[in-house]
């Protein structure tokens, strides 16, 4: 890999975990980036000038909240651009033009003993969008193929501390081993099977160490933690079966490209990493490669995403840096 272009954001990037969202059509250059800063969301297009979309108040709020993430969210049937907040949840169409749905966060009658938010954002199964809260609840929303009629169908109720991510397998899982994996602060990991309910296969406890981000690629969970670890889980026996001390510090991102089984990595050590996952094929093992290590000098990195669906393209934002690396 090497540094191919910079695009310029309007504002910096928030030290948040996985702060860069990249909108990616399968065989195609990616269309869309976005990367949060404070209340708003940067969004450069393929089209047009930077645009900012700003964070939803809500009811007869006085201060306009915080942006916690930004994500595309890619169904079979269409696409929606999800923005998670202090105060609620926002879903608009893929260009950020069109507000489609908005779900305000229930604040507790007692707002100073927690603070609210959400947080993990997924797309799964045919028509379902899933987002963390900081209750620990995961939100299941049913996405119509078209129109604004978005409705909660479920609420995901296992965690106990507020969710960091939540990743779908990008292919087919194999039998028994789920389809959707949610992470929180406690590093608990909860393995689900997706369906018009969802079922919990399997709980992964913690050790104590948040698990800030998560993929799913093949059965297997890529998990990466506050202590710069990654460690590598079997989906369908909750098993652990590698262990890398990745980086010096806490890792901020972490991306999968679905068609090789590439694993991206950044986090607060200022370097961007490239994996390799692969299955032996004679004893089914889980085998992890080091294949590419990218230095960005005095940047925490708190976004890393992958541009295309092989990994050949790589995107990186950083604390306090106003553009976006692409490699």
């Given at each position: 890999?090497?540094?191919?272009?910079?695009?310029?954001?309007?504002?910096?990037?928030?030290?948040?975990?996985?702060?860069?969202?990249?909108?990616?059509?399968?065989?195609?250059?990616?269309?869309?980036?976005?990367?949060?800063?404070?209340?708003?969301?940067?969004?450069?297009?393929?089209?047009?000038p930077p645009r900012q979309l700003p964070a939803r108040a809500g009811g007869s709020a006085l201060s306009t909240p915080l942006l916690t993430q930004a994500a595309w969210c890619q169904l079979p049937a269409r696409v929606l651009l999800v923005l998670?907040?202090?105060?609620?949840?926002?879903?608009?169409?893929?260009?950020?033009?069109?507000?489609?749905?908005?779900?305000?966060?229930?604040?507790?009658?007692?707002?100073?003993?927690?603070?609210?938010?959400?947080?993990?954002?997924?797309?799964?199964?045919?028509?379902?969008?899933?987002?963390?809260?900081?209750?620990?609840?995961?939100?299941?929303?049913?996405?119509?193929?078209?129109?604004?009629?978005?409705?909660?169908?479920?609420?995901?109720?296992?965690?106990?501390?507020?969710?960091?991510?939540?990743?779908?397998?990008?292919?087919?899982?194999?039998?028994?081993?789920?389809?959707?994996?949610?992470?929180?602060?406690?590093?608990?990991?909860?393995?689900?099977?997706?369906?018009?309910?969802?079922?919990?296969?399997?709980?992964?406890?913690?050790?104590?160490?948040?698990?800030?981000?998560?993929?799913?690629?093949?059965?297997?969970?890529?998990?990466?933690?506050?202590?710069?670890?990654?460690?590598?889980?079997?989906?369908?026996?909750?098993?652990?079966?590698?262990?890398?001390?990745?980086?010096?510090?806490?890792?901020?991102?972490?991306?999968?490209?679905?068609?090789?089984?590439?694993?991206?990595?950044?986090?607060?050590?200022?370097?961007?990493?490239?994996?390799?996952?692969?299955?032996?094929?004679?004893?089914?093992?889980?085998?992890?490669?080091?294949?590419?290590?990218?230095?960005?000098?005095?940047?925490?990195?708190?976004?890393?995403?992958?541009?295309?669906?092989?990994?050949?393209?790589?995107?990186?934002?950083?604390?306090?840096?106003?553009?976006?690396?692409?490699?």
């Amino acid at each position: 890999y090497r540094r191919e272009r910079t695009l310029a954001l309007r504002s910096s990037s928030s030290a948040l975990y996985n702060n860069l969202a990249v909108l990616c059509p399968p065989a195609r250059p990616p269309r869309a980036f976005g990367a949060v800063h404070g209340t708003t969301l940067s969004l450069l297009g393929s089209e047009g000038p930077p645009r900012q979309l700003p964070a939803r108040a809500g009811g007869s709020a006085l201060s306009t909240p915080l942006l916690t993430q930004a994500a595309w969210c890619q169904l079979p049937a269409r696409v929606l651009l999800v923005l998670t907040s202090q105060r609620g949840i926002q879903m608009y169409e893929a260009d950020g033009s069109t507000l489609v749905f908005w779900h305000a966060l229930d604040v507790p009658e007692h707002p100073a003993a927690h603070s609210v938010f959400a947080r993990g954002i997924a797309a799964a199964g045919e028509h379902f969008v899933c987002v963390g809260t900081s209750s620990g609840a995961v939100l299941v929303f049913d996405i119509p193929p078209k129109g604004t009629n978005v409705t909660l169908s479920e609420v995901l109720e296992q965690h106990r501390e507020p969710i960091t991510d939540i990743a779908a397998e990008q292919g087919q899982a194999p039998d028994g081993a789920g389809d959707l994996v949610t992470a929180d602060d406690s590093g608990t990991l909860c393995l689900w099977s997706t369906g018009e309910e969802f079922t919990l296969l399997r709980k992964i406890p913690g050790s104590g160490c948040t698990c800030s981000s998560v993929t799913l690629w093949n059965g297997i969970v890529a998990a990466g933690y506050g202590n710069g670890q990654i460690r590598l889980w079997e989906a369908g026996t909750g098993q652990l079966r590698a262990q890398v001390s990745a980086h010096a510090r806490w890792i901020y991102a972490l991306d999968l490209a679905p068609l090789t089984g590439k694993l991206l990595s950044g986090a607060e050590d200022s370097f961007v990493h490239v994996w390799k996952l692969s299955r032996d094929p004679d004893t089914d093992d889980v085998e992890i490669q080091h294949c590419h290590a990218e230095c960005v000098t005095d940047t925490q990195v708190c976004g890393a995403r992958f541009c295309d669906p092989a990994g050949d393209t790589f995107a990186v934002t950083g604390y306090d840096l106003s553009e976006i690396l692409c490699y």
